[in-house]
């Protein structure tokens, strides 16, 4: 799921499966927990087995006559995904799965589709939304007014945007290796430092703003493709932080090296939403899943997911479309 200025937003969020295998061992979520979560590039990936049963799949499903007709016909929504990124995406045994495709599976059942889930760069997600490639982005990808318009981080324009329909709230926190052995509680004390983080996230906007605040003291900031290796960075020393969403962070730093190897450094900032992007041409399939969203909110299929998932603190009540700033 950052934010805030929205997540992987403007100031602080992400757990890859790969920070969970390499990094932090056994995934087994204990706690809950973007740039833009990333923008444009290609994305390259395996597929994963869709949400959702065949039983799932279904004309007889509540709202399955809002789909767009393309979609009613072939039965599957393609879903582009980071699957790196643990408790909201992961893969485990040859599968993606997580917080998102455990929310796109309750979607199905009132969709009457399948949610097929396929693993790429998160900075590659809105650009295979523009051609097509896939249907949505859900990724731990936070709303951002700059997300809509199709801006970079310079402000822009790089695309045509895209739609949002929002599904969770978080915030971001900055993760440090156990100790802090540098004492970092914000932002502000990373000046003069190393920090890592993932490329195309909001969070590597956030440490080049920091850096430009930082003036003369400077602030050097190491830029990888995954989060995992941004972690990796961080917990070999390398780099004194990484900025992720706090759901994230907080589940690395209980799992990885059964706690002993990183912890959360200071208070969580700049809560906001993640949400489901659509094109902005596909704003009839955008409807529908605000739709079913309402309903597994009205349902309880929704709070189920997030408690599983020890999630809940980031349960939204109302469902909004590019409510991100």
Do not use: H
């Not at 909201?88 to 589709?113: R, W």
Request: hydrophobic content about 35%; glycine content about 12%; proline content about 3%.
């Amino acid at each position: 799921m950052t934010a805030r200025t929205p997540r992987r937003s403007a100031a602080f969020s992400r757990l890859s499966a790969v920070a969970a295998l390499a990094v932090a061992g056994t995934l087994v979520l204990a706690g809950c927990g973007d740039q833009t979560k990333k923008d444009s590039g290609s994305d390259t990936g395996s597929s994963a087995a869709p949400s959702g049963s065949a039983s799932a799949t279904s004309a007889k499903a509540p709202l399955f006559d809002k789909l767009p007709k393309k979609y009613q016909d072939s039965g599957v929504i393609k879903v582009g995904t980071d699957a790196s990124y643990a408790p909201m995406e992961q893969t485990q045994n040859g599968q993606i799965v997580g917080i998102d495709p455990d929310i796109a599976q309750a979607l199905s059942k009132q969709l009457g589709v399948k949610f097929q889930f396929t693993n790429g760069q998160f900075d590659g997600l809105i650009t295979s939304l523009y051609t097509g490639r896939e249907d949505v982005a859900m990724s731990a990808m936070s709303d951002t007014k700059a997300r809509q318009q199709g801006l970079d981080d310079k402000g822009k324009k790089v695309g045509k945007g895209v739609d949002f329909v929002d599904y969770y709230m978080s915030g971001s926190s900055l993760l440090v290796k156990k100790g802090n052995p540098k004492g970092v509680k914000a932002l502000a004390d990373l000046c003069g430092q190393t920090v890592a983080v993932q490329r195309g996230t909001i969070y590597e906007d956030a440490f080049k703003k920091q850096k430009t605040a930082c003036g003369s003291k400077g602030l050097t900031i190491q830029a990888f493709d995954t989060d995992s290796e941004a972690q990796t960075r961080v917990k070999a020393g390398g780099a004194v932080a990484d900025l992720n969403d706090t759901p994230v962070a907080a589940y690395i730093a209980q799992k990885s090296g059964n706690g002993n190897d990183f912890e959360i450094a200071g208070d969580p900032a700049d809560a906001g939403p993640f949400g489901i992007a659509t094109d902005k041409s596909n704003s009839q399939l955008r409807d529908a899943l605000k739709a079913a969203m309402d309903a597994i909110i009205a349902d309880g299929s929704y709070a189920q997911v997030l408690q599983k998932w020890n999630a809940s603190s980031g349960a939204i009540k109302t469902v909004t479309v590019n409510g991100g700033s």
